[in-house]
């Protein structure tokens, strides 16, 4: 695959995904509520989830997404409602925590869970694989070896986004010390949580 196509791919990936939306507010919510060291299983189901819509696009998939309008629609409503029952959990945590630190993280399932339900009912992500991707690259003509340098160029930009996201959630987490504080770090997670379910859910 040429160079011009890769550079117009991650510069269009770049803008997307380095603004704030649902997949933003769910990542800083993870990492204020329970840390950077436990977030890795929500990235990489990130990731992995945006692999999936890439990949649905480049094999010519997304007449099978559009056909099965019902199927997807069912996901990102699921999705919309585990990031509220999280939300929940979040705002309901209890703060007597041992040694005055902040909670940690949930379970790497859990996180792994949560980061696919983030990015599979992102319907921001979708669009941007299934409708915008062919407008950007001729998807006719991506080989197998194309795919994977699509896919290689896809990581490199959202690994350098989220990194510098969670990075920047985490120096504001190191603030956050005495028990009213990690009481207000819950509940911003909770609030941050529940606004990437509404965000997630007035997207058509």
């Not at 309901?92 to 630190?101: F, L, Y």
């Not at 696919?116 to 070896?145: C, E, H, R, W």
């Not at 941050?192 to 509404?198: C, H, K, P």
Request: proline share 4%; charged share 10%.
């Amino acid at each position: 695959m040429d160079l011009t196509s890769l550079f117009i791919f991650a510069a269009a990936l770049f803008v997307a995904a380095g603004s704030p939306g649902p997949s933003v507010a769910a990542l800083v919510a993870r990492v204020i509520s329970g840390g950077l060291r436990g977030v890795l299983p929500f990235l990489l189901a990130m990731w992995v989830g945006e692999a999936v819509w890439l990949s649905l696009a480049v094999f010519g998939l997304a007449v099978v997404a559009q056909t099965f309008h019902l199927a997807f629609l069912a996901l990102k409503w699921a999705g919309v409602g585990y990031l509220l029952y999280l939300a929940w959990k979040m705002w309901t945590a209890p703060v007597e925590t041992g040694g005055g630190s902040l909670p940690q993280a949930g379970s790497p399932l859990k996180l792994f869970l949560t980061g696919m339900a983030v990015t599979l009912g992102n319907p921001k992500i979708m669009m941007f694989y299934l409708a915008l991707l062919p407008t950007i690259v001729d998807l006719q003509s991506v080989t197998l070896l194309g795919w994977l340098e699509l896919t290689l160029t896809m990581v490199i930009v959202l690994v350098v986004i989220d990194l510098s996201w969670a990075l920047t959630a985490a120096q504001a987490r190191r603030l956050l010390k005495s028990r009213r504080a990690m009481q207000i770090a819950n509940r911003i997670g909770a609030a941050t949580m529940a606004g990437a379910a509404a965000a997630i859910a007035g997207r058509s």
